[in-house]
């Protein structure tokens, strides 16, 4: 074997991935709940859509993207995110109102790959699209958190802050700006550039943490309308019983943001401080884009990152039944029986290669199989021997009693 997975990717195989599904399927069920319809829109999108969307100054644009020409001489890029593509299908649609949906899947991103922090990495996210009330925050604010704790990750703290809306950030940002100017010779270089294209920009450098811890706030230069926003926002966090930190330096890492931003953190997951997901307030992304005026409220999980924090499960439950065929005669019986089970929902299998019994209730063991099920002499009286694989429990069964048997366990 000679060729690798790329740098910066990786292989999620059984039974690792049974962490992932469960994952997937509770962010499912819970977007269902939250009235979040199904969102699917392309890979790769024009280069110019992340751009404009995301913003040229960010570190995602200036030098994160994975761009190319296709055959006809197209510049597109592999999508880094999604909310611009949802926005911009939004637009090309022509719809109007409110449009809530959810996604999932994997986005693109040339980092320096280490722990969190990957090439190709996974996301799910909400957008509530045409709302511009707090109480549409809150409940974004609401899923992302009401996900990690379904998965049963402990100490979730929500980390809160508000950018203000572009015309409270004009006073601001010459705030800003003068305070990064008088500490120039302390700044990165990158920092240095942006303190005239995107001084904000300089607030989410990692080189620059000593400079901007002192840097004036966001918070303390809010517009009354964006001030009675926060507060609302809080209130219905308060209210919905979720916890939140104000965090004064949080600015998230593109352009397209107003008023609320917010991220995730857990004491289960504290590589390099970073977080399991996060999103905020758009507003003026729709604009951006080249439409009327949209506003929208969205977040995204890291997939990659909220797997790593997730508690193992006690590895029973992948299999409800495992059929061992201790009479080789009876293969096609043994067939049947699985397939009978499947047909009743019972997750059942079988192992296809001619192993002893002992190599089989190996193979059971192995897969999590709650139930072994052994055809047998019994089957010829219409009879299977059943065996929970927890305690060894044993009994000898019709056929057609093998699903509920399997299910009561
Ligand atoms: P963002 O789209 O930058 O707001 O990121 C939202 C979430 O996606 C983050 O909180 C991470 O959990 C996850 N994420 C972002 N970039 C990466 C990456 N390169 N590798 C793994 N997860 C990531």
Same mark, same amino acid.
């Given at each position: 074997?000679?060729?690798?997975?790329?740098?910066?990717?990786?292989?999620?195989?059984?039974?690792? $991935?049974?962490?992932?599904?469960?994952?997937?399927?509770?962010?499912?069920?819970?977007?269902?709940?939250?009235? #979040?319809? =199904?969102?699917?829109?392309?890979?790769?999108?024009?280069?110019?859509?992340?751009? !404009?969307?995301?913003?040229?100054?960010?570190?995602?644009?200036?030098?994160?993207?994975?761009?190319?020409?296709?055959?006809?001489?197209?510049?597109?890029?592999?999508?880094?995110?999604?909310? *611009?593509?949802?926005?911009?299908?939004?637009?090309?649609?022509?719809?109007?109102?409110?449009?809530?949906?959810?996604?999932?899947?994997?986005?693109?991103?040339?980092?320096?790959?280490?722990?969190?922090?990957?090439?190709?990495?996974?996301?799910?996210?909400?957008?509530?699209?045409?709302?511009?009330?707090?109480?549409?925050?809150?409940?974004?604010?609401?899923?992302? #958190?009401?996900?990690?704790?379904?998965?049963?990750?402990?100490?979730?703290?929500?980390?809160?802050?508000?950018?203000?809306?572009?015309?409270?950030?004009?006073?601001?940002?010459?705030?800003?700006?003068?305070?990064?100017?008088?500490?120039?010779?302390?700044?990165?270089?990158?920092? !240095?550039?942006?303190?005239?294209?995107?001084?904000?920009?300089? =607030?989410?450098?990692?080189?620059?943490?000593?400079?901007?811890?002192?840097?004036?706030?966001?918070?303390?230069?809010?517009?009354?309308?964006?001030?009675?926003?926060?507060?609302?926002?809080?209130?219905?966090?308060?209210?919905?019983?979720?916890?939140?930190?104000? *965090?004064?330096?949080?600015?998230?890492?593109?352009?397209?943001?107003?008023?609320?931003?917010?991220? #995730?953190?857990?004491? $289960?997951?504290?590589?390099?401080?970073?977080?399991?997901?996060?999103?905020?307030?758009?507003?003026?992304?729709?604009?951006?884009?080249?439409?009327?005026?949209?506003?929208?409220?969205?977040?995204?999980?890291?997939?990659?990152?909220?797997?790593?924090?997730?508690?193992?499960?006690?590895?029973?439950?992948?299999?409800?039944?495992?059929?061992? =065929?201790?009479?080789?005669?009876? !293969?096609?019986?043994?067939?049947?029986?699985?397939?009978?089970? !499947?047909?009743?929902?019972?997750?059942?299998?079988?192992?296809?290669?001619?192993?002893?019994?002992?190599?089989?209730?190996?193979?059971?063991?192995?897969?999590?199989?709650?139930?072994?099920?052994?055809?047998?002499?019994?089957?010829?009286?219409?009879?299977?021997?059943?065996?929970?694989?927890?305690?060894?429990?044993?009994?000898?069964?019709?056929?057609?009693?093998?699903?509920?048997?399997?299910?009561?366990?």
């Amino acid at each position: 074997m000679t060729t690798r997975a790329p740098k910066g990717t990786i292989d999620v195989l059984p039974p690792e $991935s049974a962490a992932w599904r469960r994952l997937l399927r509770a962010f499912d069920s819970l977007a269902e709940r939250y009235g #979040y319809g =199904l969102a699917l829109t392309p890979l790769f999108e024009a280069t110019e859509l992340f751009a !404009r969307g995301v913003g040229e100054e960010t570190e995602i644009v200036s030098k994160q993207m994975y761009s190319f020409t296709d055959k006809a001489g197209r510049a597109l890029t592999l999508r880094p995110e999604a909310t *611009a593509s949802v926005v911009r299908a939004y637009l090309q649609e022509g719809r109007t109102g409110v449009l809530k949906c959810a996604y999932s899947g994997p986005m693109f991103r040339y980092e320096q790959p280490q722990a969190g922090r990957r090439r190709q990495f996974y996301q799910v996210g909400v957008e509530y699209l045409g709302e511009p009330s707090p109480d549409a925050d809150v409940e974004v604010v609401e899923v992302g #958190y009401r996900l990690l704790e379904e998965l049963g990750i402990r100490g979730v703290m929500v980390l809160l802050n508000s950018l203000g809306d572009p015309e409270d950030r004009v006073e601001y940002r010459q705030l800003l700006r003068a305070y990064l100017a008088e500490r120039a010779d302390l700044l990165s270089e990158d920092s !240095r550039r942006r303190l005239d294209t995107n001084p904000l920009r300089v =607030l989410d450098s990692k080189a620059d943490v000593a400079v901007v811890a002192e840097a004036p706030a966001t918070l303390d230069h809010l517009g009354p309308e964006a001030a009675a926003h926060f507060a609302a926002v809080r209130l219905g966090l308060e209210r919905r019983g979720i916890p939140y930190e104000i *965090a004064p330096r949080l600015v998230r890492g593109l352009d397209y943001y107003n008023r609320t931003v917010f991220e #995730y953190q857990a004491r $289960s997951y504290t590589a390099a401080q970073d977080a399991l997901g996060g999103g905020g307030r758009y507003d003026p992304l729709a604009e951006l884009l080249g439409g009327p005026p949209i506003p929208g409220v969205g977040l995204a999980m890291g997939v990659d990152r909220i797997v790593a924090a997730m508690p193992e499960e006690g590895g029973e439950g992948s299999l409800g039944v495992f059929v061992v =065929l201790a009479d080789p005669g009876r !293969r096609a019986e043994a067939l049947d029986l699985v397939a009978m089970l !499947r047909a009743a929902g019972v997750s059942a299998d079988l192992d296809l290669g001619e192993r002893s019994v002992k190599a089989q209730f190996k193979v059971a063991g192995r897969r999590g199989a709650a139930v072994a099920a052994v055809v047998g002499a019994e089957w010829a009286e219409g009879r299977v021997t059943v065996r929970a694989m927890a305690d060894g429990e044993e009994e000898t069964v019709p056929i057609a009693e093998v699903a509920a048997w399997a299910q009561a366990r």
